[in-house]
């Protein structure tokens, strides 16, 4: 009875599970991660969003009750358009909650108004905050919003306190207000107090509770006695500048140094750029022809390197073996052995292949011929000589070997041939000499 006992089968989990477990639970938490983003970040094509008129978590009706509360009139329009011609003649503070989504020019028609403006620009980006025309830049964002403390005395953050406005950094070198780590900052455009935002959270219905966000809402806005709220949930068409007028120069050409041939292109022009051009093409033409080949018989160069032929052989092979070039192979030997074996049996042929490249007569009779002087079958010389090539090691090493060896067999001397065939069939005599 057999004590031998079974190999213990490894345990655990195979290979490929024990790494794709890992990697998709972290494609699973970031996944998680981008949801609850995506399901927390406001949607502006939602047009509840920030809307005076929304009632959801991502809508601004709270704040709306708040100014109402303070006796501030709410204007609800839909364009930039309308946002100026409502702002035309009287002091308003305009709010717009999505700046990237309007043309770029509620500050620039503003800026020759009688009336005394504040553009409050909610969560710009790169568009919002190159179309507010404040020296700034948009300098970071974080993937959420963080309470921080105001940082500066202005009236509205002084009396707001901490407030969720850190997200959207803003950077330069001339504003007059930062506040709030860089995410409230604002200036002057054109006599129109402008000013960015970096979060959407104190104007939104979810988030209006926390902190001090409902009073620094409320406070950037109570500046007027109006609030021109820009309710906007698609992008506004880019309008195009007019194009500049201007005349064009008339153009009268004179008949000094011109040509008359009737070709408009050509009478275009004075006789002497043709001159020019002219001159140029023919140098160009006398340059190549200096510098093409000039026809004449070769001429013999040294070489500047000399291989000897083993060394070029043993190269040329080593590369067909790197390269698995077998059939490559075996048809050069062929070549080879087919060259010699043609000046063995025809001495005064020219062509190296004496026509055996393509099958016919000439090749039947080619392969009976080394039959012959080989004493093998002709099929078995048709099979080295013309056979398929192989294609793999084992197949090219035993062609390459009947290949030498036919070769060597016919190109024996005769005298030797029969002689070492006489001695192999010769045995020794007892008590005999051989």
Same mark, same amino acid.
């Not at 964002?141 to 406005?165: H, K, L, M, Y």
């Given at each position: 009875?057999?004590?031998?006992?079974?190999?213990?089968?490894?345990?655990?989990?195979?290979?490929?599970?024990?790494?794709?477990?890992?990697?998709?639970?972290?494609?699973?938490?970031?996944?998680?991660?981008?949801?609850?983003?995506?399901?927390?970040?406001?949607?502006?094509?939602?047009?509840?969003?920030?809307?005076?008129?929304?009632?959801?978590?991502?809508?601004?009706?709270?704040?709306?009750?708040?100014?109402?509360?303070?006796?501030?009139?709410?204007?609800?329009?839909?364009?930039?358009?309308?946002?100026?011609?409502?702002?035309?003649?009287?002091?308003?503070?305009?709010?717009?909650?999505?700046?990237?989504?309007?043309?770029?020019?509620?500050?620039?028609?503003?800026?020759?108004?009688?009336?005394?403006?504040?553009?409050?620009?909610?969560?710009?980006?790169?568009?919002?905050?190159?179309?507010?025309?404040?020296?700034?830049?948009?300098?970071?964002?974080?993937?959420?919003?963080?309470?921080?403390?105001?940082?500066?005395?202005?009236?509205?953050?002084?009396?707001?306190?901490?407030?969720?406005?850190?997200?959207?950094?803003?950077?330069?070198?001339?504003?007059?207000?930062?506040?709030?780590?860089?995410?409230?900052?604002?200036?002057?455009?054109?006599?129109?107090?402008?000013?960015?935002?970096?979060?959407?959270?104190?104007? %939104?219905?979810? =988030?209006?509770?926390? *902190?001090?966000? #409902?009073? /620094?809402?409320? $406070?950037? !806005? @109570? &500046?007027?006695?109006?609030?021109?709220?820009?309710?906007?949930?698609?992008?506004?068409?880019?309008?195009?500048?007019?194009?500049?007028?201007?005349?064009?120069?008339?153009?009268?050409?004179?008949?000094?140094?011109?040509?008359?041939?009737?070709?408009?292109?050509?009478?275009?022009?004075?006789?002497?750029?043709?001159?020019?051009?002219?001159?140029?093409?023919?140098?160009?033409?006398?340059?190549?022809?200096?510098?093409?080949?000039?026809?004449?018989?070769?001429?013999?160069?040294?070489?500047?390197?000399?291989?000897?032929?083993?060394?070029?052989?043993?190269?040329?092979?080593?590369?067909? %073996?790197?390269? =698995?070039?077998?059939? *490559?192979?075996? #048809?050069? /030997?062929?070549? $080879?052995? !087919? @060259? &010699?074996?043609?000046?063995?049996?025809?001495?005064?042929?020219?062509?190296?292949?004496?026509?055996?490249?393509?099958?016919?007569?000439?090749?039947?009779?080619?392969?009976?011929?080394?039959?012959?002087?080989?004493?093998?079958?002709?099929?078995?010389?048709?099979?080295?000589?013309?056979?398929?090539?192989?294609?793999?090691?084992?197949?090219?090493?035993?062609?390459?070997?009947?290949?030498?060896?036919?070769?060597?067999?016919?190109?024996?001397?005769?005298?030797?041939?029969?002689?070492?065939?006489?001695?192999?069939?010769?045995?020794?005599?007892?008590?005999?000499?051989?």
């Amino acid at each position: 009875m057999s004590t031998a006992t079974a190999p213990a089968r490894r345990s655990g989990l195979p290979r490929w599970l024990r790494i794709v477990i890992p990697l998709g639970v972290v494609a699973l938490f970031w996944a998680a991660t981008l949801a609850v983003h995506i399901y927390e970040d406001p949607n502006f094509a939602d047009p509840d969003t920030l809307s005076p008129l929304g009632t959801g978590r991502h809508g601004s009706s709270q704040l709306a009750e708040l100014l109402q509360a303070r006796d501030i009139t709410i204007e609800r329009v839909t364009s930039t358009a309308a946002a100026v011609e409502a702002a035309r003649d009287r002091d308003a503070t305009i709010l717009v909650p999505a700046p990237d989504l309007l043309n770029g020019r509620l500050v620039y028609e503003l800026r020759d108004d009688p009336g005394e403006h504040r553009v409050v620009l909610v969560q710009p980006g790169l568009f919002g905050v190159v179309t507010s025309g404040l020296a700034s830049w948009v300098a970071g964002t974080r993937w959420a919003a963080e309470e921080v403390e105001p940082g500066c005395v202005i009236p509205e953050a002084r009396q707001a306190g901490p407030a969720t406005v850190h997200r959207n950094r803003y950077v330069g070198s001339t504003l007059a207000v930062r506040c709030y780590g860089d995410s409230l900052v604002g200036d002057r455009v054109n006599g129109v107090e402008v000013l960015l935002v970096g979060a959407t959270d104190p104007f %939104r219905n979810d =988030r209006i509770g926390e *902190a001090g966000n #409902a009073a /620094l809402a409320t $406070g950037l !806005l @109570a &500046r007027h006695d109006v609030v021109i709220w820009v309710d906007v949930h698609a992008r506004e068409p880019q309008p195009m500048p007019p194009p500049p007028e201007f005349e064009l120069p008339e153009y009268e050409r004179g008949e000094l140094d011109r040509t008359a041939t009737g070709y408009e292109m050509l009478d275009a022009f004075p006789v002497q750029l043709w001159v020019v051009v002219v001159v140029l093409v023919g140098a160009g033409l006398l340059l190549a022809v200096a510098a093409a080949r000039r026809l004449g018989p070769p001429v013999p160069e040294p070489l500047p390197v000399v291989v000897p032929a083993a060394e070029a052989v043993t190269g040329r092979g080593r590369l067909y %073996r790197r390269i =698995r070039a077998h059939q *490559a192979s075996l #048809a050069t /030997l062929r070549a $080879g052995a !087919l @060259a &010699r074996l043609a000046r063995a049996v025809d001495p005064f042929a020219r062509a190296p292949d004496h026509g055996l490249a393509v099958a016919g007569p000439r090749r039947d009779a080619f392969i009976r011929t080394i039959a012959a002087r080989s004493g093998l079958p002709e099929q078995t010389v048709a099979t080295v000589l013309f056979g398929p090539l192989p294609t793999d090691d084992e197949g090219m090493v035993a062609a390459a070997a009947d290949l030498d060896r036919l070769v060597a067999t016919v190109l024996q001397p005769p005298g030797t041939r029969s002689g070492s065939s006489s001695a192999q069939n010769r045995t020794p005599e007892p008590g005999g000499s051989p």
